[in-house]
Structure formats: C-alpha cells, structure tokens
C-alpha cells in the first residue's frame, strides 16, 4: 500500500477550471465516499480549500487508482474531461508525503507562508474521520504534515511571507482605495474565511462591518462577535451600495453578485473593492472592469 495524491490547484489551473471542479461541503463528503468505495482505494480523504482540491488516498495500485480518483475529481466539470487533465498533478509514496508536508506548510499556498491551511489540513482529516475512511496510514500521515507546519511557523520567518490570503487581498484593498482606516465593509458569507476576514477588517481598516448569508443566525452570531451587524444574501445589493470594501467567500454554487446588480447598486461609481475568495467565483467576472472598482 502506498499513498496517492491527485489535485487541482491555483500552480497547475486557472480559476475558470478551478471553480467547475469545486465542491460544497456536501459534494466534499461524496467525493470522499466515492474514492473509498474504488476497489484500489483502502483510505481516502480529501483537502478542499477555494485555492486546491486534492484527494488523498492510500491505495493497492497506481494506475487504476490514478485513473478512477481522476475521474471522480472531474466529474463535476462537465465539458470534455480531456480539457481538465493537464491540469491535474500526481504525487505518489515519497512524493505524496512530500507535498503535503510542502502544503501545510503554507510553502503551495498563493500566499507563501500563510497559516490557514494548517486548519484546512485538520479539517481534511476530520472530514476523513468522519466518514471512516481514514485509517492508520492516512491519520499518521496527517498529524505528521500537522507537527510540521506547526513547526515550520514557530521555527522559521515564513510567517513573514503573510499571514493568510485574506490579510494580503485587504493590503491590496487599502492600497488601491488609498485609505487604511474607516472603511465600510461587507463581506458575504459566515464560514472559515469569512470568520477570518471579519476579524482581519475589525483589527484593521474596517470602522463598520456587515455580514451577509444565507443562513442569516449564523452570520448574526459572527458578527456579534466583532461588533458588526448581519442581514440576508436577499441584501447583499443594498449593502454593496454603502460598502467600500466587499469580501466574498461563500460556498454557494453560482454568481451571488451580478453586473446588473452592481450597476444598480452603484450608481454613483465611487471607489469600492471587491475581493472574490470563493470557488465558484461568487462575483460576477464582469463585474471587476466596471468603474470605480479595484
């Protein structure tokens, strides 16, 4: 037995491919089902993040495995599946070990040295868990790869690099905005990221932050903890209205923010940034060569 690496991710594909093989949390858990029913296959999880999709496997073979979990990590693009292969890598045995050593570690991230993905990786493995699909080999493998981001943050300047995603995006923000303070800001969304976005924007430049989802408790509970104030995604085009900076990072599947939305939002053009986490784009592309808007 040996363990199988087969992922997509922002060093291999565009966010065009990226986001039509992205999953929600609930086609997470079936991918994960999936590759474990494969007869090659004895453990399989899978870490999914809005920047990677990777499937974890211990396996029997390689190329009937590399073959089968393609496949499924594909299934949801559509389209010809010979126009998503090239942008799929392989790692196996020693070098499965490797990348995922290199991906907690924040080294694969967009971000050099950003920490986020050590709880991305914990949450591979729980999700794995979970589904009795993890056993030994992949349980070590994970809190292995753990010990070592922990250790490559604590006993290197990696952190430097930046401390998430979400911290580098509001630098450019600001930058462009030309202010670092007093902001306006909204973000959509009442998962990881957006958690973390709101606490990044109430330590910085946010004077006031609104917090949009579907689920309308869970956004009110993340922003009573950082003194904001929630509303519905039925909203989200008022507040666009108001805000001078937009996050967005929802696992939706489909456009949360349209052009025509927008333009009817803003109509007087003032500046706004708009900072699209989300796979699937939760904004409309069109959206970002519209005036006023970095």
């Known amino acids: ?102 991906v907690a570690s924040g080294l694969d ?26 056993g030994p080999a992949l349980n070590s493998l994970f809190q292995q790869a753990l010990r070592v981001g922990k250790r490559s943050h604590a006993e290197t300047d990696i952190d430097r690099a930046g401390a998430s995603l979400v911290t580098a995006a509001l630098d450019r923000a600001t930058d462009h905005l030309g202010r670092t303070q007093d902001l306006k800001a909204l973000v959509v969304g009442a998962g990881a990221m957006a958690g973390l976005a709101v606490a990044t924007l109430s330590r910085g430049p946010a004077s006031s932050i609104v917090v949009a989802n579907r689920t309308t408790t869970r956004a009110q509970r993340l922003a009573d903890q950082y003194g904001g104030r929630a509303v519905g995604l039925v909203d989200v085009a008022a507040e666009v209205a108001e805000a001078d900076i937009v996050i967005t990072c929802t696992d939706s599947v489909g456009v949360q923010l349209d052009v025509e939305r927008f333009r009817a939002a803003r109509g007087d053009r003032r500046p706004v940034a708009i900072i699209d986490l989300a796979l699937p784009r939760d904004v409309d592309p069109a959206v970002g060569a519209e005036p006023g808007v970095h």
């Open 109 to 134: 991230s967009m971000v050099v040295g950003e920490s986020q993905i050590l709880g991305q990786a914990r949450e591979a493995l729980r999700l794995g868990q979970e589904s009795g699909t993890v």
């Open 1 to 102: 037995m040996s363990v199988l690496v087969v992922g997509i991710s922002h060093n291999s594909a565009p966010v065009a491919i990226l986001e039509k093989v992205a999953r929600d949390s609930e086609g997470t858990g079936k991918l994960i089902r999936d590759v474990a029913d494969n007869e090659h296959v004895a453990e399989a999880t899978v870490l999914s993040t809005c920047n990677r999709i990777e499937v974890y496997a211990e396996v029997d073979r390689f190329h009937g495995s590399v073959e089968a979990i393609s496949r499924l990590l594909l299934e949801t693009a559509g389209g010809v599946p010979e126009e998503f292969v090239p942008h799929l890598y392989v790692h196996y045995d020693d070098g499965a070990v490797s990348h995922l050593f290199h």
